[in-house]
């Protein structure tokens, strides 16, 4: 930045908390810049756009836009093309032939004569430009000098400096004296699936016809076409280490485990090997990794749960017992949470004397799965471990594979979820599952969308988990889950369902709690594929939201007007307005429902006043709308419409 | 900051565009610091305020709180005292005592009967900290120690380590192994007068008998009691230099003045001097020094415009020619604005190559008034010279003067006003001279008041100016000048009138212009001081401004709920709530109008439910008020209510 300035830039946007985290994108997004720019006094002004990604071997530079006058608001636009960081900077300078042209435009139009002295100094100005011009350049400002010399003419002056030809070579060749540049400012731009995809999660041990033999790999992929026809992009595993067996939780989180209970997988270890090791019970190393490679050849990738927990039986507990908290007698301390003692896992201790060796051998657990092609990490309660461990790793791991994806799955405070989005995971669960009522999902979709969170945060929304089962899916019936799987499917363009969902399981472990009565947790799981469900509902949303690129992004959605609170309503569409969706869902499991939306079709770019189709993608029928429509919505059939506008 | 952290502070306020520029206050305010603090564990965390004057020996320290834990939402707050510099940081820490406290006691409380080693965890804790502690901190200490050697009885020790001071010294004392500091950020505190004060704007010449015979500051001088008597704290002076000769505006801004025209103060200078000389028909410096004398004395301060425009007779322009604008020719150039030509002003070329020597003249300028006894300079267009000028100079004057105040006359676009205050401007005339329906007021005061502009830009609401007699005014009648002036005086702790304003003048030169006709600026206008006035109101409304502290802050307003739009409603109230105004004005200054009006007891501390007095400050009146209340404005008495609560 020069000392002395006349012109200011100032918020500029994307920036995320005043610089100090990059804001995100993902390959292809456009990164719209914004900005106030002015000097001090009315002379005309230009701005650029400069960006470079951390592999590009120079600058690329777009002139910025002046889009609102009166706020001084400039825009630029850029698209990323490759994974990895990109910093941008805006530098802004006086155009100062622009400046004298429009002066002597305006003393000519006034009906000025004596312009002499005007026209002496934009000869002054031409020649000085002219020194530095070559060839066509040079040819081109020749013309205009011609126009300037003492005795001319000041409209026959005009008419040649003010030519597009002249216009162009004096402002790309004039010195930018007084030029200001921002500061620099970081963008982190990560693979499209980290942005948009469809989650299913299962317990491979569940992969089974029987309950008192785990399901294996090799059984889970030839399953995996099941997943496949349900259109989901990735499947979510909770750990598949060994289990340990020191107090071991029995069948629904009982103190003690029965003979042949299987155990909770993230209690992680034991003599077969800790967190780089695969549970003897679903088979070898090997059979993990053709699971891998038989769902990548189906476009699936492998989602795998990385929690730091260990079972007092994890190898690290006898190789490291530095790495864990002590009593003062010298014991490991389990996990507490007073009056509740969790006796099987031994919490790690992230400050232990050997933090190298530590957090060095967790960078090699995570190694070692994208090693085996896990491309994508689902981290367990990652706020209860230091965030500089995750700042820290995560950046590791881009190093070489910039490519893989975490999800933050922690529930906690609002600024905790925010900061871990802030240092580096790509996704992060997210409020969705509790929010039911129309106020509360457009107030939470519009801090997602509208505020800085829309920068740096990518919710993944999830309907169910093997830990919460909602009192909305609880006591709705089979409509509570369409009209979740129709929110979740539309609103975000990342979004999940834990298996059992399709098939509307919903008895909970005891009333007010969100656990599931004979938690998979805890057991071996057999599912009846044949039992009524919503195959081909999913089927048919998870397909809608591949073929329409608007459901792909977060920022899009708009909530319109419904005069209905039981029924929302909210619009996605392409920025080029090639692809609009008008999505229309029913927030009531139990009765039908009657709204008027009203469309704004200025928004949409539709004119106003005229009529236009629109297709249900779900079920094909079309409808000829206008501003103001009726729709009706009963639980008993599809509680939503999914409404491409088909122009007339 | 140390590197690796688990504590993060963040979203800290007041902070204005990341810190680039120091947030504001008076003397007497509370600056409330909030920020969002938090760590990546359930361990219990301390924060504190730490802030420090530029003239200050040490730094001053007070504990937050945290006020919304679910938010981790912490404040503090202190008291700014002194003019000046003041910095702020926030430092946080792991309460690693309260931490181990909390977890004995939700142990001893779950019935758990084996406590000892969290007894020897805590006995080595309070070891660690007995080793630093001296005298009766020591004792205290000591006391805690014998209740957790081995053996002891783990109620006995909770008993004895949560005693109030055990625990005061122990988390006074532990080491703040973990503890983070924010940035620093600025604060710049200016005296009262900077936000609250009622300001007269007068043309010195005018105060005379005779329009062809100029006032003089000894006529003046005799009419400061008139000023006094209607409650006004400054007086604004338009120039009062030489007027120039050449190319003189006549009456009416004519391109000829007729001999006799007295000419514009804007166009300064000729053969008596400049921008530190005074029109000689206005009389000498020293009865200048008399007139600020007098008015210092019945607590009136001067504000004497600073308009850097130059005359072509300005002595400047002979002696020092190149800091001028010159023409090709060599000739110096006028102002212009095409078609428009300003053939009497020579605009100022601050990047002239004697930028020292101009910028050393202004700053001279400006410390000759300053030492003629002006405490406040209303600055003409600031926004045409460039911005760093402005910010090397008000820092310059306020080096030995720091209680002076700079008023930024710049209407011009948001961006550019907010830049100027942001720099270092006091206060800043605004756009509530044309912001006239109740949505329009209320969007630009929730704008002023509730986004960052609260934090450093200080509107001066002046109701009219010699440049600008709304439309409002011209077509109102005398209730639009109440209306005007009420709403003016209560939203704003700052407001001005322009003379005539009490007399109700609304001629304009032409329709759709908003001149006066036979403007001030050009000639001498003679008031019949006793023609009807709105005198008593005004004086009234400038006494309940001096009398009720809720006026005489900005940030405190708040819009409440009245069904009728012509019928804008707000309260104002101190922290305290020991002054709580709630202010009713109509906004049509033609019909009757009635309203119900909200009260929103809770924000201002009524039982719900419970009936209140509130006096109006204007008649004296006593209603007994509810939660809804009926309010009636008629424009042929006084448009508003001024009700001060009283409680029962």
Known sequence: MTKERHIFIENVNPVVACGRYPAKRTVGEECLVEATIFRDSADIIRAELCWQGDSDTHKQTIPMTLVNRGLDFWQGNFKVTDIGCFTFTIEAWTDIYATWVRELDRKVNAGRVDLASELAEGLMLIEKIHAGAKGNDRAILDGALATLQPGSDANTALAMVSRHDVEQVAEKLQPREDAVVSDEYRLYVERKRALFGSWYELFPRSQTDAADRSGTFKEAEKRLDY????????????????????????????????????????????????????????????????YVKTANKMGIEIALDFAINCSPDHPWVKQHPDWFYHRPDGTIKYSENPPKKYEDIYPINFDTSDKEGLWEALKNVLLHWVECGVTIFRVDNPHTKPFVFWEWVIKEIHKKNPDVIFLAEAFSRPPIMKLLAKIGFSQSYSYFTWRNSKDELQEYLTELTQTDMAEYYRPNFFTNTQDILTEYLQHGGPSAFKIRLLLAATLSPTYGIYSGFEFFENVAVAPGKEEYLNSEKYEIKVRDLTQPSMHDLIARVNQIRRENPALQVLRNVQFFESDNDQIIFYGKMTPDRSNILLIAVSLDPFQAQASTVRVPLDKLGIPWGSRYNVRDLLTGEVYNWGEHNYVYLNPMGTPAHILKVERL
């Open 227 to 290: 997943v496949r026809d349900l259109g989901f992009d990735v499947i979510y595993l909770p750990p598949i280490h060994p289990i340990g067996h020191t107090a071991r939780k029995g069948k629904n989180n009982s103190l003690v485990a029965e003979p042949g209970d299987v155990g909770s997988p993230w209690a992680i270890g034991n003599e077969n090997g800790g967190h780089d090791a695969i549970e003897p019970s679903l088979g070898t190393l090997n059979d993990f990794k053709s």
